[in-house]
């Protein structure tokens, strides 16, 4: 039963069998003059009942009264023919499956198929095989299975009913199966603005197409079902796309022309659809085996987490694409029609379906969006091989991908409250980062300064079809970093003043410092990232004594009055062992020669007061021997003790202090020494100076004279 009358074109084409007059409408689906012969897989008698009429077939010209061979059917007027009086108890057959018993302007159509018995088999000539009750309940199955998704690409067609109706016909018929659009209008009004963009000539569909090089016509809707099955419902949403297109290079333009003077329809029309969501009684669903459809789902899986719909040429049997194996002369433009379609059509449908799916899923759910990507290649036919590629190539310039960073917008129903929202952009135009790890680490530095990482990360399947389809991501690695970072001036300024907002925050510098010197960069002068002991910040190679020093506490004890020389201890543990341009360790060479920068003379004496608060006092001397002493004095290298010579360092009795190794510098006093030499030596006008007996090493090492 369907609730459309038969229009009388309809039944002059019904009546010629594989001869469909469908096959010239570009807006219908028939095209191979098949779809009603059908159904004589299942009887030899159907008969239908529409407006004023019914109508029998009888292929073998022998069970209804004035039929032959060559008139393979009746058509009598319900009025005229006086059934409803002549045969009730025949009418009342009618009556079960819809038409009300003696209406004789039926506004619907109902057509009754009669199952061939076993009896009948035996003498039909079209099927020796009987149609059983059975064979019912396996079709019921299959329309089960299908359930839903039959109703996905159709063009008219919005609900589907299956009732079984009792022997007796005093039962109510009961509902077995139901398939119900429930927004119909929504459906309804965004297929029929395919229809009516399609014109009723194959020239005029072209004429139009080349004037709409974005396309001819394109809709994309939900279509919301459910479907009540024995004891389960199923309630579900799809997202559909459906569009008219034709290429620039008109390659599809050529094929369509060929194919119609070869008494054949094509129309450059596909489509794509993604379940949104989907509650069952059942329980959950797996997810989606991506079929193909030729408006009608077809038995072959793409592997796909989506349907794709195309108005395919199909093989002899239905059941598959043509392809283009061994198919010459006029056959060819068949052959190379599916590949087209999808490279040129199909492929903009799906990356159409998956862009609406950014407010349909990817705002809320953007890993399972990243899941309904068609990225995989499809095996099952030749003509589909590269439709991912061809998707891939046009996401590309899509803005598909979820950055971490937020647009604002303003709205007026708010007030004209500015609100943060998620953006959207082209793969391209996104920051990849390597691994997870990273994504961690610098999602949040990197999200501060608006730089588009991905989030989530997107999948390693989706990068890799990128670059299969020939448009390889960049990934952001640590030199990109170091670019963006570099700023080639010195700074010495508080986080929270720091030029970029991904410097302002105290935890984020470790993770880009890290990740800066991943790829065993050795420069780092110009990055920005060295927060020093006085909690300022600082680029690497322009601090004012030219490096940045990573060093001991011991040392740093020594230069406390300095903490702008060296690197916070947070990062001393991320800077490698081996040499870096603009940072070094503070080595015990290097501490000789920065402590003239603490004593402040290269004199050979200064006066000093050993209780002074700040250095070169008793205190801050004791940390200097006790440093050189614990590296032990053997361990130092001619050009160290040189540099220590050069500051004064030995601390006299008299209130000096005093270079070492001349001929001023003072006497080391040590516990053994009798009291009436240092008298002597007093006597004479010898400076002295003391020191606890494990620093003495260290002190005579200052003290080493060359002359007596």
Same mark, same amino acid.
């Given at each position: 039963?369907?609730?459309r009358?038969?229009?009388?074109?309809?039944?002059?084409s019904?009546?010629?069998?594989?001869q469909?007059?469908?096959a010239?409408?570009?807006?219908?689906?028939?095209?191979?003059?098949?779809?009603?012969?059908?159904?004589?897989?299942?009887?030899?008698?159907?008969?239908?009942?529409s407006?004023?009429?019914?109508?029998?077939?009888?292929?073998?010209?022998?069970?209804?009264?004035g039929?032959?061979?060559?008139?393979?059917?009746?058509?009598?007027?319900?009025?005229?023919?006086?059934?409803?009086?002549?045969?009730?108890?025949?009418?009342?057959?009618y009556?079960?499956?819809?038409?009300?018993?003696?209406?004789?302007?039926?506004?619907?159509?109902?057509?009754?198929?009669?199952?061939?018995?076993?009896?009948?088999?035996?003498?039909?000539?079209?099927?020796?095989?009987?149609?059983?009750?059975?064979?019912?309940?396996?079709?019921?199955?299959?329309?089960?299975?299908?359930?839903?998704?039959?109703?996905?690409?159709?063009?008219?067609?919005?609900?589907?009913?299956?009732?079984?109706i009792?022997?007796?016909?005093?039962?109510t018929?009961?509902?077995i199966?139901?398939?119900?659009t429930?927004?119909?209008?929504?459906?309804?009004?965004?297929r029929?603005?395919?229809?009516?963009?399609?014109?009723?000539t194959?020239?005029?569909?072209?004429?139009?197409c080349?004037?709409?090089?974005?396309?001819?016509?394109?809709?994309?809707?939900?279509?919301?079902?459910?479907?009540?099955?024995?004891?389960?419902?199923?309630?579900?949403?799809?997202?559909?796309?459906?569009?008219?297109?034709?290429d620039?290079?008109?390659?599809?333009?050529?094929?369509?022309?060929?194919?119609?003077?070869?008494q054949?329809?094509?129309?450059?029309?596909?489509g794509?659809?993604?379940?949104?969501?989907?509650?069952?009684?059942?329980?959950?669903?797996?997810?989606?085996?991506?079929?193909?459809?030729?408006f009608?789902p077809?038995?072959?899986?793409t592997?796909?987490?989506?349907?794709?719909?195309?108005?395919?040429?199909?093989n002899?049997?239905?059941?598959?694409?043509?392809?283009?194996?061994?198919?010459?002369?006029?056959?060819?433009?068949?052959?190379?029609?599916?590949?087209?379609?999808?490279?040129?059509?199909?492929?903009?449908?799906?990356?159409?379906?998956?862009?609406d799916l950014?407010?349909?899923?990817?705002?809320?759910?953007?890993?399972?969006?990243?899941?309904?990507?068609?990225?995989?290649?499809?095996?099952?036919?030749?003509?589909?091989?590269?439709?991912h590629?061809?998707?891939m190539?046009?996401?590309?310039?899509?803005q598909?991908?979820?950055?971490?960073?937020?647009?604002?917008?303003?709205?007026?129903?708010?007030?004209?409250?500015?609100?943060s929202?998620?953006?959207?952009?082209?793969?391209?135009?996104?920051?990849?980062?390597?691994?997870?790890?990273?994504?961690?680490?610098?999602?949040?530095?990197?999200?501060?300064?608006?730089?588009?990482?991905?989030?989530?990360?997107?999948?390693?399947?989706? *990068?890799?079809?990128? &670059?299969?389809? /020939? +448009?390889? !991501?960049?990934?952001?690695?640590? #030199?990109? %970093? =170091?670019?963006? *970072?570099?700023?080639? &001036?010195?700074? /010495? +300024?508080? !986080?929270?003043?720091?030029?970029? #907002?991904s %410097? =302002?925050?105290?935890?984020?510098?470790?993770?880009?410092?890290?990740?800066?010197?991943?790829?065993?960069?050795?420069?780092?002068?110009?990055?920005?990232?060295?927060?020093?002991?006085?909690n300022?910040?600082?680029?690497?190679?322009?601090?004012?004594?030219?490096?940045?020093?990573?060093?001991?506490?011991?040392?740093?004890?020594?230069?406390?009055?300095?903490?702008?020389?060296?690197?916070?201890?947070?990062?001393?543990?991320?800077v490698?062992?081996?040499?870096?341009?603009?940072?070094?360790?503070?080595?015990?060479?290097?501490v000789?020669?920065?402590?003239?920068?603490?004593?402040?003379?290269?004199?050979?004496?200064?006066?000093?007061?050993?209780?002074?608060?700040?250095?070169?006092?008793?205190?801050?001397?004791?940390?200097?021997y006790?440093?050189?002493?614990?590296?032990?004095?053997?361990?130092?290298?001619?050009?160290?003790?040189?540099?220590?010579?050069?500051?004064?360092?030995?601390?006299?009795?008299?209130?000096k202090?005093?270079?070492?190794?001349?001929?001023?510098?003072?006497?080391?006093?040590?516990?053994?020494?009798?009291?009436?030499?240092i008298?002597?030596?007093?006597?004479?006008?010898?400076?002295?100076?003391?020191?606890?007996?494990?620093l003495?090493?260290?002190?005579?090492?200052?003290?080493?004279?060359?002359?007596?």
């Amino acid at each position: 039963y369907n609730d459309r009358v038969f229009t009388n074109k309809y039944v002059d084409s019904i009546r010629i069998l594989g001869q469909s007059e469908k096959a010239g409408d570009l807006q219908k689906t028939g095209r191979f003059g098949v779809g009603f012969n059908a159904i004589y897989h299942v009887t030899d008698f159907p008969s239908f009942v529409s407006r004023d009429r019914i109508i029998f077939f009888d292929p073998h010209g022998a069970a209804i009264p004035g039929t032959s061979r060559q008139e393979t059917g009746r058509e009598w007027n319900l009025a005229e023919a006086k059934w409803y009086e002549k045969y009730p108890d025949f009418m009342q057959v009618y009556a079960a499956g819809g038409l009300p018993f003696g209406d004789k302007n039926f506004q619907g159509t109902l057509f009754r198929l009669p199952l061939r018995t076993a009896e009948s088999a035996k003498n039909s000539e079209i099927r020796k095989q009987a149609f059983t009750e059975s064979n019912v309940k396996e079709l019921l199955d299959e329309l089960r299975q299908s359930g839903e998704e039959l109703l996905l690409f159709l063009k008219s067609v919005q609900e589907i009913r299956v009732y079984e109706i009792p022997a007796n016909s005093q039962e109510t018929r009961q509902e077995i199966l139901a398939i119900v659009t429930k927004n119909p209008q929504e459906v309804r009004e965004a297929r029929q603005k395919v229809l009516d963009a399609i014109p009723n000539t194959p020239n005029k569909l072209l004429e139009l197409c080349s004037h709409n090089p974005d396309g001819l016509v394109s809709v994309s809707y939900r279509h919301e079902i459910e479907t009540i099955s024995c004891d389960c419902t199923l309630k579900s949403t799809w997202r559909i796309v459906s569009l008219i297109r034709t290429d620039e290079g008109s390659d599809l333009a050529k094929v369509i022309t060929a194919m119609h003077q070869s008494q054949e329809k094509v129309v450059p029309w596909a489509g794509a659809a993604a379940r949104i969501n989907a509650v069952s009684t059942e329980g959950n669903l797996p997810p989606v085996s991506g079929k193909v459809y030729c408006f009608l789902p077809l038995p072959l899986e793409t592997g796909l987490p989506v349907h794709i719909n195309g108005f395919f040429n199909l093989n002899s049997s239905r059941d598959n694409l043509s392809s283009d194996s061994g198919q010459t002369g006029k056959d060819r433009p068949r052959a190379i029609w599916n590949e087209l379609l999808a490279r040129h059509v199909l492929s903009h449908a799906c990356a159409n379906l998956i862009v609406d799916l950014v407010q349909d899923i990817g705002q809320f759910q953007p890993e399972e969006f990243y899941q309904l990507w068609p990225i995989s290649k499809i095996t099952a036919s030749k003509a589909l091989a590269e439709l991912h590629n061809s998707v891939m190539q046009l996401l590309y310039h899509k803005q598909v991908v979820r950055s971490t960073v937020k647009h604002i917008v303003t709205e007026r129903q708010f007030n004209g409250t500015a609100m943060s929202q998620t953006r959207w952009v082209t793969p391209p135009t996104v920051k990849n980062l390597p691994s997870k790890k990273w994504w961690d680490d610098l999602l949040e530095p990197l999200q501060a300064d608006h730089i588009d990482v991905p989030d989530p990360p997107l999948p390693d399947s989706i *990068l890799a079809a990128f &670059k299969d389809a /020939g +448009v390889p !991501l960049a990934t952001f690695t640590a #030199a990109n %970093l =170091r670019k963006h *970072l570099t700023e080639n &001036k010195p700074l /010495g +300024v508080s !986080l929270l003043d720091a030029p970029k #907002a991904s %410097l =302002r925050n105290r935890k984020w510098i470790p993770h880009l410092l890290s990740y800066c010197i991943s790829d065993n960069c050795r420069d780092l002068r110009g990055l920005p990232l060295a927060i020093l002991a006085d909690n300022t910040l600082q680029v690497f190679g322009y601090n004012a004594i030219g490096t940045i020093y990573i060093a001991d506490d011991a040392v740093r004890e020594i230069f406390a009055s300095y903490p702008e020389w060296f690197l916070h201890r947070d990062l001393t543990n991320l800077v490698p062992a081996y040499s870096l341009s603009g940072i070094s360790t503070m080595n015990a060479a290097e501490v000789a020669k920065q402590l003239v920068n603490v004593v402040g003379s290269t004199a050979s004496e200064i006066d000093w007061n050993p209780d002074a608060t700040h250095p070169p006092n008793a205190e801050w001397l004791t940390l200097v021997y006790q440093y050189f002493y614990n590296i032990g004095p053997r361990y130092l290298s001619p050009e160290t003790v040189e540099s220590l010579k050069k500051v004064p360092l030995v601390p006299g009795n008299n209130g000096k202090l005093y270079k070492g190794g001349f001929v001023d510098t003072p006497l080391l006093r040590g516990d053994k020494i009798e009291a009436e030499i240092i008298a002597a030596v007093q006597y004479f006008g010898a400076t002295l100076v003391e020191a606890p007996p494990k620093l003495e090493g260290a002190i005579a090492l200052f003290a080493d004279r060359h002359k007596s």
